[in-house]
Nanobody, 120 residues
């Protein structure tokens, strides 16, 4: 059984910064793609940023230049640094990852979500 636990959400004023963390735990061989998604009220969940095991990244156009995704493979943890936050960034942020196991299928898992609220 694997688990992803997010932390770091909260309330911040527009223009401010927050850093989200997602820690993976459990028995697995490795983690491939890690990603951050968000879901605002009344909207569908959307991709924010992803990072591969090799460090390649991809971002939604709406956050390019403001958000940075990174990972620490030794700690099985990845991060989302969010700068220049805007009210439209307000959402529940979820982390997601693909776990590899020896002799078993890849498992995709979600964290429980953390609320980010940006006030104007």
């Amino acid at each position: 059984q694997v688990q992803l636990v997010e932390s770091g959400g909260g309330l911040v004023q527009a223009g401010g910064s927050l850093r989200l963390s997602c820690a993976a735990s459990g028995s697995f061989f490795s983690i491939n793609v890690m990603g951050w998604y968000r879901q605002a009220p009344g909207k569908q969940r959307e991709l924010v940023a992803v990072i591969t095991n090799g460090g390649s990244t991809n971002y939604a156009d709406s956050v390019k230049g403001r958000f940075t995704i990174s990972r620490d493979n030794a700690k099985n943890t990845f991060y989302l640094q969010m700068n220049s936050l805007k009210p439209e960034d307000t959402a529940v942020y979820y982390c997601n990852a693909d776990f590899f196991f020896v002799g078993a299928d890849v498992q995709n898992s979600w964290g429980q979500g953390t609320q980010v609220t940006v006030s104007s």
